[in-house]
Nanobody, 122 residues
C-alpha cells in the first residue's frame, strides 16, 4: 500500500511559480508510477502529469506542457509538481496518485492523496 499527502497549495499570482510536493509512505512507492490530477468545481478530474517509477519517463497534459514539470526522489519518497507561469484556469484541487502502471487515466490509479487547493489570481 501507499499513503499519499499533498502540500504546498495556496494562492499564487498568474505568471509566478508554485511547487507541490507529494509525500509518500509505504514500501511500494519506489515501484510505483505517480500521477498528478486536478479538479475544478463542476468539472471532471483532469490529467496533469505522470512519472514512471524510475523517473525516466514523464507525461504532461496538453494544457500544462511547457509550463509544468514533474519529478521524483525515491530516496525521499517524494514526487513534485513544479508549476511555472500558472494561469487562472489552473485553479483547482490538485491530487497525486500512485499505482504500478504509468497512465494518464485517473481510474488506473489505486491510491490517492486528499488533495491540495491551488488558486491562481489574475
Amino acid at each position: 500500500q501507499v499513503q499519499l499527502v499533498e502540500s504546498g497549495g495556496g494562492v499564487v499570482q498568474a505568471g509566478g511559480s508554485l511547487r507541490l510536493p507529494c509525500a509518500a509512505s509505504g514500501r511500494t512507492f519506489r515501484n510505483s508510477a505517480m500521477g498528478w490530477f486536478r479538479q475544478a468545481p463542476g468539472q471532471e478530474r483532469e490529467f496533469v502529469a505522470a512519472i514512471s517509477w524510475s523517473g525516466g519517463t514523464t507525461l504532461l497534459g496538453d494544457s500544462v506542457k511547457g509550463r509544468f514539470t514533474v519529478s521524483r526522489d525515491n530516496a525521499k519518497n517524494t514526487v513534485w509538481l513544479q508549476m511555472n507561469s500558472p494561469k487562472p484556469e489552473d485553479t483547482a484541487v490538485y491530487y497525486c496518485a500512485a499505482d504500478s502502471v504509468l497512465s494518464t487515466a485517473a481510474p488506473a490509479y489505486k491510491y490517492w492523496g486528499q488533495g491540495t487547493q491551488v488558486t491562481v489570481s489574475s
